[in-house]
């Protein structure tokens, strides 16, 4: 069943506990607010909430408290969300992970499409293809042709199964046939120093960690995930017009509530969240964070859930 019709679904069985819910709604927040990020501070999702969460704050009145809680390839914080009372006072800014984990897991402790309720996309944070110096490729082209005629022993380094850099290198084997080995480490910090060592030779990492060691040559940027150039990197070539048309990976961010959530409440955020990314200098540091601000309406964003669950679905296989 679709993401739209169990949340329509979910509204019409719990209609009485909407209907007296409704008061509550209308006083909402009378209390502090926590987001839940699924990922260790200093991540891309972690940015991305601290950008917005001081105004939306301000708009609602209330303190919105960041609790980092990283893990199991953000399975734990999003179980945290899962079991939380749905009354709008816990929030998650789920992540890619989100819709590629029922394609990587063959059981979660929550149920992906009945449990949560979608507020609103927040940006799209497309990422960079690195390589460490070491490697003689200088273009998506030649490091394919130099991992075909050496299976199996190029590594890529990511923050984890289901990480976003997993992901994005696991889209990119399935498209061009390469077989590179996957080095996980603890997070997108760890990821990037075992690049700048050489310990691993492929990254694929946004923008803002990435940036000042692509300008000091510690390590060779060959191509941008988007499907346009990058503003920070106008100079760098995307996947999509170099080898593979249509190529495209973002790291999308989007706010969740717990299933259950009044749908005034669900109104109230949308809209402030709304508000806060079309203001001039919240877009601009979404900007410099590599990213577009986004936005939209809750169905939106669950269209686009359900989009990448299809990909990922297709592309993935289980780990467990």
């Not at 987001?35 to 105004?55: L, N, Y």
């Not at 030649?142 to 850099?165: F, H, V």
């Not at 995930?225 to 996947?239: C, F, Q």
């Amino acid at each position: 069943m679709k993401l739209q019709k169990i949340y329509a679904l979910a509204l019409t069985i719990q209609g009485t506990v909407f209907l007296v819910g409704i008061s509550s709604a209308q006083s909402y927040p009378e209390r502090p607010i926590r987001i839940i990020v699924p990922f260790s501070a200093g991540g891309a999702a972690d940015i991305s909430t601290r950008v917005i969460s001081p105004k939306l704050g301000e708009f609602l009145g209330q303190q919105v408290v960041v609790d980092n809680r990283p893990g199991a390839g953000t399975i734990i914080g999003t179980d945290l969300l899962a079991k939380a009372a749905g009354d709008g006072y816990t929030l998650m800014m789920a992540n890619v992970s989100f819709s590629a984990n029922p394609a990587l897991h063959s059981k979660l402790p929550y149920d992906s499409a009945k449990d949560f309720v979608c507020i609103s996309l927040v940006d799209l944070m497309p990422n960079v293809l690195l390589v460490h110096p070491s490697i003689p490729a200088r273009s998506v082209s030649e490091l394919i042709a130099l991992a075909k005629s050496r299976p199996g022993q190029l590594n890529y380094a990511s923050a984890g199964t289901g990480s976003a850099n997993y992901l994005n290198t696991e889209l990119f084997k399935s498209e061009t046939e390469v077989n590179l080995v996957h080095v996980p480490y603890q997070g997108g910090g760890q990821a990037m120093t075992a690049i700048l060592g050489g310990e691993t030779q492929v990254l694929f990492i946004t923008v803002p960690p990435a940036l000042p060691h692509i300008k000091s040559g510690r390590v060779r940027v060959l191509a941008a995930t988007s499907l346009k150039r990058l503003p920070a990197l106008p100079e760098v070539p995307t996947i999509s017009e170099t080898v593979l048309p249509g190529f495209q990976f973002s790291e999308w961010h989007g706010l969740l509530a717990a299933a259950g959530t009044p749908r005034a409440v669900i109104a109230r955020i949308n809209r402030e969240v709304n508000k806060i990314v079309a203001i001039p200098e919240v877009r601009e540091r979404i900007a410099g964070l590599g990213a577009e601000a986004n936005g939209g309406t809750p169905e939106q964003m669950i269209e686009h859930v359900q989009s990448e669950m299809k990909k990922w679905a297709k592309v993935l296989k289980p780990v467990d």
